[in-house]
């Protein structure tokens, strides 16, 4: 049986999952929506946001878990009530997920596998990779030929210049610059090994 580890406060993870039985997770635009809504509901309070992606049937994540003291800090900002683990507000966000697509469709029963996938990210060339791959999705499954036609995942904000909560500037400097940026996503690769390593 595997097993997943804890999310510890000021490490990065990987956070990815798919619909249990293949199903799809997001079948109208609405629910693209409703997903980044309760996102921020749930995880800005007590994660910083370096990318993402909702595909069809998956997702992808790439978060740090923010230190406890840096959400006692702004729990202001957030209105947090009570501080609980950091796993369970990935949880509550799941969970209230499934609720709105189980009454919108009439379905019953878990809509995510469990428990959701998580991965530490202990480098900074591991990180890009990840950056570069969740952009690259979109592309690898024939949704797009480059990551800035696909409308839902950060590739967009990160080329922007208009306002976002993702880290936008941690982001760009962790490639050098936004050109490197747009450069080091203008060719494809073979991601293989790394999705081997994830078990995707």
Known sequence: MQTFQSLEYGNYYHIYNRGINDENLFKETRNHEHFLNLYSKHIEPIAETY?????K??????VRIKTFEEIMLHQQDYEIKKII???????N???AYTKSINKSFNRHGSLFERPFKRKLI????????????????????GFCEHPIQYPWSSYQSCTSNKPTKLQRTKILSFFGDLEN?????????????LESYLEI
């Open 181 to 193: 940026f747009k450069d080091c996503h203008k060719q494809s690769e073979c991601f293989i090994t």
């Open 93 to 95: 966000l799941f969970n």
């Open 122 to 141: 202990d480098n900074e060339t591991y990180l890009q990779t990840l950056i570069k791959y969740i952009h690259y999705n979109p592309v690898n499954h």
């Open 57 to 62: 049937n998956h997702f992808h994540l790439l």
């Open 85 to 91: 683990p950091p796993h369970q507000s990935f949880g």
């Open 51 to 55: 990318a993402w992606c909702l595909l």
